[in-house]
T-cell receptor, first 114, second 115 residues
Framework: RKEVEQDPGPFNVPEGATVAFNCTYS??????FFWYRQDCRKEPKLLMS???SGNEDGRFTAQLNRASQYISLLIRDSKLSDSATYLC???????FGGGFKTIFGAGTRLFVKA | ETGVTQSPTHLIKTRGQQVTLRCSSQ?????VSWYQQALGQGPQFIFQ???????GRGNFPPRFSGLQFPNYSSELNVNALELDDSALYLC??????????????FGPGTRLLVL
């Protein structure tokens, strides 16, 4: 089983639609969680951190469910410019004490159509 | 822009050769991480350097090595190149927090092709 798994998609949605992505992780002791966005042939860029209480940034809402070991990203009122690959990121343990690493999911591709 | 730069942007090598990739961190950042991203995959963590020491490593063989310099710039060295090493190599700089919650800022990457 992969440490971090995402539905690869692609998700094809019309403008204005609401779309949700899930990401599951295997290490129950994981510490930190993020969503990154990556445009074609570009570097990943931070979209938002994910907190236990959930967090919202405009049209984007991120949730963490520690009991079920998944994080989610909800995009409301999709725009053409939202078309990209969305990567979830899990940091399994705290920095100090050795063995630090960052784990990216394989990404979910989103296409928003006019 | 993130302020993280990488060089070169593209590189072609042949099997068995060695390559050095370079990264300049964002000003004030003390941590750099290196990733390998194959086509259609997410970035795979190679290793991370914090204050010039390796702080963590992913599942990559020893022929992948790195350095971080006092000015926090960094190098990724790959020896004995293999065809499967063809990928986009990304570096990311950050200012470390103990719980790892800091934001990583990525450079534009180096595209390596091994023939």
């Amino acid at each position: 089983r992969k440490e971090v798994e995402q539905d690869p998609g692609p998700f094809n949605v019309p403008e204005g639609a609401t779309v949700a992505f899930n990401c599951t992780y295997s290490n129950s002791a994981s510490q930190s969680f993020f969503w990154y966005r990556q445009d074609c042939r570009k570097e990943p860029k931070l979209l938002m951190s994910v907190y236990s209480s959930g967090n919202e940034d405009g049209r984007f809402t991120a949730q963490l469910n520690r009991a079920s070991q998944y994080i989610s990203l909800l995009i409301r009122d999709s725009k053409l410019s939202d078309s990209a690959t969305y990567l979830c990121v899990v940091i399994p343990k705290a920095r100090f004490g050795g063995g630090f690493k960052t784990i990216f999911g394989a990404g979910t591709r989103l296409f928003v159509k006019a | 822009e993130t302020g993280v730069t990488q060089s070169p942007t593209h590189l072609i090598k042949t099997r068995g050769q060695q390559v050095t990739l370079r990264c300049s961190s964002q000003s004030g950042h003390n941590t750099v991480s290196w990733y390998q991203q194959a086509l259609g995959q997410g970035p795979q963590f190679i290793f991370q350097y914090y204050r010039e020491e390796e702080n963590g490593r992913g599942n990559f063989p020893p022929r992948f090595s790195g350095l971080q310099f006092p000015n926090y710039s960094s190098e990724l060295n790959v020896n004995a190149l293999e065809l499967d090493d063809s990928a986009l190599y990304l570096c990311a700089s950050s200012l470390s927090r103990e719980d790892g919650s800091e934001t990583q800022y990525f450079g534009p990457g180096t595209r390596l092709l091994v023939l």
